[in-house]
T-cell receptor
Framework: DAGVTQSPTHLIKTRGQHVTLRCSPI?????VSWYQQVLGQGPQFIFQ???????GRGNFPDRFSARQFPNYSSELNVNALLLGDSALYLC??????????????FGPGTRLLVL | SQQGEEDPQALSIQEGENATMNCSYK?????LQWYRQNSGRGLVHLIL?????REKHSGRLRVTLDTSKKSSSLLITASRAADTASYFC????????????FGGGTRVLVKP
C-alpha cells in the first residue's frame, strides 16, 4: 500500500506570494494533520482535519488555512508568505480523529523556501 | 511552554553502545509518542505509550514513562550506524485540546 504522499517535494517562492501544498493520506485514513518544521527544531502542529472538519488548530496566524476533500486528501494554503515561513511542511495521516491517540504516519514533506 | 523537552540535545556514541535520551514535560498528558527522523525527511513512528503504562518495548527500543516526574526515556540498545537520526518525543497534553506537541529533538550520531 502507498504511504502518505505530498506534493510538491520542493518549492521556492518570494515574499508576499501564496502557496498551496497537497497531501494524500494512506488509504482508509480519514485524519490528516499538518506540521511546520523549521530547520533544527521539532515539528509544530498547524491543523488537523477529520472527515472534512477541522478538529485541531495550532498557534499559527490566519495566513495559514487548510481543507480536506471528500477523498480525505488535504491542502494547506499559506498567504502573504514571509521569510520565516521557510520550512519543511509535513503531513501525517491516521485512522483516529484524536491526533495523540494513535500512530501518525508521516509523508516525506514539502520543503518551502521563501526568498 | 507545554512542549516536551528532550535531553541531551545531541549524543555521539560508538556502534554497539546503548543510547538513552529523555523527554520532560510540564502538564498532564494522555499519551506520549517517540518518532525518528532521518536527514530532515518524514518522521517514523517508534512507540506510543499511554499515561497508564510504565514501560513498552519494540525490538531494540525501550520506552519508560514516569507520570509523577513528568518524564519519559527512550533507550536504544546495541546501536547501529543506521540508528543515526534525530529522535523526538510528542505529547498529547490533556489541556491542549486535539493537538500533538513535539519537543526539539535529540540528534544521535552512531559512529561505526
Amino acid at each position: 500500500d502507498a504511504g502518505v504522499t505530498q506534493s510538491p517535494t520542493h518549492l521556492i517562492k518570494t515574499r508576499g506570494q501564496h502557496v498551496t501544498l497537497r497531501c494524500s493520506p494512506i488509504s482508509g485514513h480519514k485524519s490528516v494533520s499538518w506540521y511546520q518544521q523549521v530547520l533544527g527544531q521539532g515539528p509544530q502542529f498547524i491543523f488537523q482535519y477529520y472527515e472534512k472538519e477541522e478538529r485541531g488548530r495550532g498557534n499559527f496566524p490566519d495566513r495559514f488555512s487548510a481543507r480536506q476533500f471528500p477523498n480525505y486528501s488535504s491542502e494547506l494554503n499559506v498567504n502573504a508568505l514571509l521569510l520565516g515561513d521557510s520550512a519543511l511542511y509535513l503531513c501525517a495521516s491516521s485512522p483516529s480523529p484524536v491526533v495523540g491517540q494513535e500512530t501518525q504516519y508521516f509523508g516525506p514533506g514539502t520543503r518551502l523556501l521563501v526568498l | 511552554s507545554q512542549q516536551g523537552e528532550e535531553d541531551p540535545q545531541a549524543l555521539s556514541i560508538q556502534e554497539g553502545e546503548n543510547a538513552t535520551m529523555n523527554c520532560s514535560y510540564k502538564t498532564s498528558i494522555n499519551n506520549l509518542q517517540w518518532y525518528r527522523q532521518n536527514s530532515g525527511r518524514g518522521l517514523v513512528h517508534l512507540i506510543l505509550i499511554r499515561s497508564n503504562e510504565r514501560e513498552k518495548h519494540s525490538g531494540r527500543l525501550r520506552v519508560t514513562l514516569d507520570t509523577s516526574k513528568k518524564s519519559s526515556s527512550l533507550l536504544i540498545t546495541a546501536s547501529r550506524a543506521a540508528d543515526t537520526a534525530s529522535y523526538f518525543c510528542a505529547t498529547d497534553f490533556k489541556a491542549a485540546g486535539n493537538k500533538l506537541t513535539f519537543g526539539g529533538g535529540t540528534r544521535v550520531l552512531v559512529k561505526p
